[in-house]
C-alpha cells in the first residue's frame, strides 16, 4: 500500500525544508506543493516593498497552497506542503484539509539545523544571484527568531529533522514507517 496523507514539512529559513520535502515527495511519489513556488511568481507581478507586503503575499501564499493541497487531495492518497508554516496561524487550513478525507495522517517534519550552518547556507543564498531575490535572505542572517520552530498543534506523527546531521534517505524512510504506524 503506497503512502496516505499530508506530509507537512516546516521550520526556520535554511533548515533544509525544500530539500527534504523533494526527496520526501520522490520517495512517496507524491505531489509537493510548496510556498515558495507560489509566492515567488506573485513577488515577480506584484512585487513587496516592505516586510507587511512580503507577509501578505506569503498569507496569500499559503492560502493558494491550501486550496491546491485540497484539490490535489481529492485525487491523490498522499501529498508533500513544505513551508515555514506557523504556530498559531495555520492549524485551522490544516484541520480543514484534514476533514475532507477519510482519516489521513498529517505527518509533520520541522526542519532544524545548527545556528552557525542556518547562518552560513542564508549568507551564500543572499550571495546566490540564482535565488529569488524577494526572499530577502540578508534580513534573516544573524536573526535568532524562533516563530516557525514549532510544530502545528494538528493532530499525527511529528519528527525532528536536523539537516546538519541526517541522511535525506533515513529521515524519508522514518517518515514513510511514520504514516505507515498511523493509519487507521
Not at 484539509?97 to 539545523?113: D, E, H, I, N, S
Request: aromatic share 4%; charged share 20%; with cysteine.
Amino acid at each position: 500500500m503506497g503512502a496516505r496523507g499530508v506530509f507537512l514539512v516546516t521550520g526556520l529559513p535554511a533548515t533544509g525544508k525544500s530539500t527534504l520535502a523533494r526527496a520526501l515527495a520522490r520517495a512517496l511519489a507524491a505531489p509537493l506543493l510548496s510556498k515558495d513556488s507560489i509566492k515567488e511568481p506573485l513577488l515577480d507581478v506584484l512585487g513587496a516593498a516592505d516586510p507587511r507586503a512580503s507577509r501578505r503575499l506569503s498569507d496569500a501564499s499559503f492560502a493558494v497552497l491550501f486550496a491546491l493541497a485540497a484539490e490535489q487531495l481529492g485525487r491523490d492518497a498522499a501529498i508533500v506542503l513544505e513551508g515555514n508554516f506557523r504556530p498559531g496561524e495555520h492549524e485551522a487550513a490544516v484541520r480543514a484539509l484534514l476533514a475532507g478525507q477519510p482519516a489521513p495522517p498529517c505527518v509533520q517534519v520541522l526542519c532544524r539545523a545548527p545556528e552557525a550552518l542556518r547562518q552560513e547556507r542564508l549568507r551564500a543564498r543572499a550571495g546566490d544571484a540564482a535565488r529569488h531575490a524577494g526572499h530577502q535572505d540578508a534580513a534573516w542572517v544573524a536573526v535568532a527568531d524562533p516563530r516557525g520552530d514549532a510544530f502545528l498543534e494538528v493532530p499525527g506523527p511529528r519528527l525532528i529533522h536536523d539537516s546538519g546531521v541526517t541522511d535525506l534517505d533515513a529521515a524519508c524512510a522514518l517518515v514513510r514507517s511514520l504514516a505507515q504506524q498511523h493509519l487507521v
